[in-house]
């Protein structure tokens, strides 16, 4: 026997763009521009990517190339998000903070045939462009002085192109496994890799953020999405909202705290999108500012843990309730949500601790943790191992770059070390390459990280392993003071008795300005152990 | 450039179940045994699916082998639509109320090796056996005596075989297209029809219906599904249960209102998903007993318009929303969902207008309306054409019979007419077939069958075609009156004046006791139609 059902029917992007032009016709991508917005709703949006893939057509873009973006979060981008998968083509978004160096190295391996930048950034493009070779054409988004860019590559104008075209486009048919959409990881371990999207598993990500076990956002939903469209196509939101009917709010350049706060006051966001950096940003400019979060329903937060106090703190304070997401580059993102089980009622005194969680595995991602010896461990809540995920929107591999290392029969290793309990709420300790390994037990760096940034006198704090010849390795705790603290290596070792084994604490402690960080604001642990390795930290013991 | 993705990962049942009892494990499938309920966890569902599985394999089934179900709503019943498509057989639930005859030429045609049956429902299938040439084996779920089976074929008992396997199984790799599951139409328009699912097809279809915007189903509900699992899979829901972690609640063979309000009260279910008839039963039982419907956050209708006294009357007593869906067995069924859009307030003065559209489209469907000439008709809320569907869980054929007519250029010809408003709300006036064409002009006939229900003096009327010299059709009315009402034709024609436009008023009218149903309760104009043709009805007229 046989299905009957429309089995070759293809999940792509563009069935995804139809949908929300479709059915949600009056939806919006709504661009913040400093003191206003510019409003596009979905129709016209459709209507853009429509004039958009022609165009490319026209200027003889192939199914499979590779076509950068080097921009915000703008309409134009998610444009960008359809028109180029929709054509044939990969949207290979370009993370606009990493450095001139890495942006060629980037752009060389993916081989970009053209790269669209936002006005505003043209400055920062036209300094790499003499290195980017694959580069045969700037598409420029605004009015900026394009000059230095074209000594390099031809120069088009957005708009032009768009003015040129009708807003009619006769879509190919796209298998579904081809190529939509590609992405570096920001490269904490090792050169950024190549991630490449597919369209099934663009459609299929999307559709599973819907479910209201893991965002629910509806048609009712304005969601302001700071996580940048160069970050992991902006944790798949754009696509998920074509599908599910959400308006868009998009910041632009407009990424400090004040503009945010003014965006969510004026269009009256109801979720809102961002890692921890930007919610502690927006909690601190609350504390000098009177801000309006009324409109607010819901925050989500990932790429890193969010400290306890900032959620606690937006509830007491706004009533936005922030649940955490867990996920990578690799992952499309999301792979977990951290949605208290249904037993826990809102506001319940243990509802936090769930909410601190990393996350749930959410429908279609399939988990296990695995020892250091290859064994598949129980989902008790206790056993610790390295956390491997597979499913049809988890990468298989990385473009034209052989990683075996990152592959375990078939499961992703997602590098990050944790505890599954058995009804899938995982909680991750560690990074693997930043677990400390301390006569032959693990040490959690993350779990003393967020221990001594409890304390009242510490700012942040970052726990690196370091050689120990009796123990293999030993923590070393690099410590910013808040101002006007002056805790000792004594103080802050105390702090932590009984809140860890006592041999887990540091003896060694190192006190600096700032915790170095990734582009993503991820603490950058590479930048600590070079700097210990190199004799640049003036250690200190505590016994 | 090509996709990185794990793109060959398969969308399965198994994957469905896995995830249910990996994630949910303390969910539960709660059937309801007349006076009290048995309870089993997803881990114990899935564990009987994995038993129940080896006992198939041991068995000789074979992957693509038809196995019927001829089941209520029970546990068992689930464990088959997991165990059945995982080992790689295709699941055929029998709807248990169709006439021998139809039983029989079903399993035929569908060529069912096995047959599973329900306890209570030996006497009836065994009443059918002798014909099923193609059934080897019966697998009784229960002690029933089978005495009459075993003439027929092998009887093995359910339990037996469970008992006899190991609690775990190494399920089969599956390709995705691969048959899942088969329902037959119920066949209002000619013989049924088979429709075989896909995996991928009952994946898809699963994980679109947990977007907020379609069911919003999570782990804190708990589904009364007394829409038959023979029916389209119960639209879905013990599918969808398993990937978003809802309890599943099964009334069995106890469909009366008491026992159906009891379990409610008992089991506090939180959503309830039925026909209209069934909502009716309940309303109506509930006018002369106490029942508590306390714990229902909202209920879902379906198979057939429901009556707007209905809906509000849910309301407006118990505080229950319903929010009807739109389906076939052709479309799995999930396609449109009729919740009001965002700015309509719930309890707003026109928010039951939205509710009573047939539907919005939903994720991952794609719909258009066609003329009878071929022409696609805009979304303008006021074209009326036939509804076609495409998409990932359509049916592009139908099981060993070719249907022609029931496609159109990769579309399914729903054989629905109506109106697509421009954000796709969709409202489905008339069946294709049922619709009079009168004078070139189209008169709904459900139109006028929902307005004369609104009359006091009726209990539910069908309005069929009859032919016209004049006007090629007019509609004949078929009343039945309420009990001790006795309105004549003139004083119900008199009713519609100025509801409708005067031409589309019956003239033709005749008295009936009650109106020829389906076995899913739909109106059979079929069989009006014929008692017309062969003179059985009394014909009146009204001017």
């Known amino acids: 026997m046989t299905s ?158 768009l003015a040129a075209q009708e807003p009619t486009f006769d879509w190919p048919d796209i298998d579904e496994k081809s190529a939509a959409a590609m992405c570096y990881t920001s490269g904490t371990t090792g050169d950024p890799k190549g991630v490449v999207y597919s369209h099934r598993s663009t459609y299929l990500h999307a559709l599973a953020t819907l479910a209201a076990g893991v965002t629910g ?106 649940i955490q997401g867990w996920g990578m580059t690799e992952t499309s993102p999301v792979a977990g949500m951290a949605w208290p089980p249904p037993e826990v009622e809102p506001g319940a005194p243990d509802e936090l601790d769930w909410r601190l969680k990393s996350g749930r595995v959410v429908p279609g991602v399939q988990m296990r943790i695995v020892s250091e010896d290859g064994d598949v461990l129980p989902w008790d809540g206790t056993a610790v191992g390295e956390i491997e995920v ?15 290392e990152k592959f375990d029969d078939g499961w992703l290793r997602t590098g990050d070390i944790g505890t599954i309990d058995h009804r899938g709420f995982f909680l991750i300790t560690d990074r693997s390459k930043d677990v400390i390994k301390s006569g032959g037990e693990w040490i959690s760096s993350v779990e003393l990280e967020n221990l001594l940034a409890a304390s009242p006198d510490v700012a942040e704090a970052a726990v690196i392993g370091i050689p120990d010849e009796k123990w293999t390795e030993r923590p070393l705790a690099a410590v910013v003071l808040r101002s006007g603290a002056a805790a000792s290596p004594e103080q802050l070792a ?19 300005d700032e915790v170095p960080k990734t582009t993503v604001g991820k603490f950058d642990k590479k930048v600590l152990r070079s700097q210990f390795a190199d004799g640049e930290l003036k250690v200190e013991r505590s016994r």
């Open 4 to 161: 009957t059902m429309q089995d070759d029917f293809q999940l792509t992007t563009t069935a995804i763009l139809q949908h929300g032009a479709q059915v949600y016709p009056d939806s919006e991508v709504v661009t913040w521009t400093g003191g206003g917005a510019r409003r596009a709703t979905f129709t016209e949006i459709a209507a853009n990517a429509n004039r958009f893939a022609a165009a490319l057509t026209e200027l003889g873009v192939q199914p499979g190339d590779a076509i950068g973006t080097f921009c915000w979060n703008t309409a134009e981008h998610v444009e960008a998000y359809y028109a180029i998968p929709g054509m044939g083509a990969v949207v290979h978004t370009l993370n606009i903070r990493l450095t001139a160096e890495q942006v060629a190295q980037i752009v060389e391996h993916a081989g970009d045939r053209m790269i669209i930048v936002d006005d505003s950034l043209v400055p920062l493009l036209a300094a790499v462009a003499p290195q980017l070779s694959s580069v045969e054409a700037y598409i420029v988004v605004g009015q900026a002085d394009t000059s230095a860019l074209e000594n390099h590559a031809t120069v088009h104008r957005y708009a032009d192109l």
């Open 217 to 322: 956002f509806t048609e009712a939903d304005r969601i302001l999405t700071f996580v940048p469209m160069f970050h992991v196509n902006a944790w798949g939101i754009p696509f998920g909202a074509f599908l599910g009917g959400s308006t868009l709010h998009l910041p632009a350049q407009f990424m400090t705290p004040d503009q945010v706060c003014a965006f969510i006051a004026a269009e009256r966001s109801t979720v809102a999108s961002a890692v921890p950096t930007i919610w502690g940003g927006i909690m601190q400019y609350g504390r000098e500012h009177e801000i309006d979060l009324s409109s607010l329903r819901m925050g989500t937060s990932g790429g890193a843990a969010i400290p306890r106090s900032l959620m606690a703190g937006f509830e007491q304070t706004y009533g936005v309730r922030i």
């Open 390 to 404: 597979r499913g049809p929107w988890i990468t298989g591999s990385y473009h034209a770059t052989d990683v075996p």
């Open 494 to 512: 105390h702090f932590l008795d009984g809140k860890v084994a006592a041999w887990q604490i540091p003896e060694n402690w190192t006190f600096i």
